[in-house]
């Protein structure tokens, strides 16, 4: 998916965002207190289409547990990979110039 189709898209998951808002065995309160909101703020927000990235991330993440689950896996599995191939490549830094760099930086 190119970034154009992402731009244009986005209007389409916000809508299925809160459509399953409002079909979810959550009650509105288990938003609020999710989010730090007044209720008039949270209800203005769905309106008007004007959830912060970090919003919708969180909102997704409860609302979706499953499907974060597996987007956690594969991110983590991802990093695991890539952690190997630069430790297969010599790029990898022993424990003790880890200890005496943070040390250096943190003034310990």
């Known amino acids: ?3 154009l ?10 809508n299925k965002l809160i459509e399953d808002i409002k079909k979810s065995d959550f009650k ?4 609020l207190k999710l989010l730090n ?5 949270f209800y203005k927000k ?3 289409k004007r959830f912060t990235n970090e919003e919708v991330k969180l909102i997704s993440k409860h ?5 974060y689950q597996a987007y ?5 599995g991802e990093l695991l990979e890539k952690s190997k191939a630069q430790l297969k490549a010599g790029l990898g830094v022993d424990f003790e110039t880890v200890l005496t760099n943070s040390k ?5």
Request: charged share 30%; no cysteine.
């Open 104 to 108: 250096h930086k943190y003034g310990v």
């Open 72 to 76: 956690k896996d594969v991110l983590i």
């Open 1 to 3: 998916m190119n970034t």
């Open 5 to 14: 189709e992402i731009i244009y898209n986005y209007d389409t998951v916000i």
């Open 63 to 67: 609302l979706y547990p499953e499907e």
């Open 37 to 41: 909101l007044k209720d008039s703020f």
């Open 28 to 31: 509105t309160a288990y938003f």
């Open 46 to 48: 769905m309106r008007e």
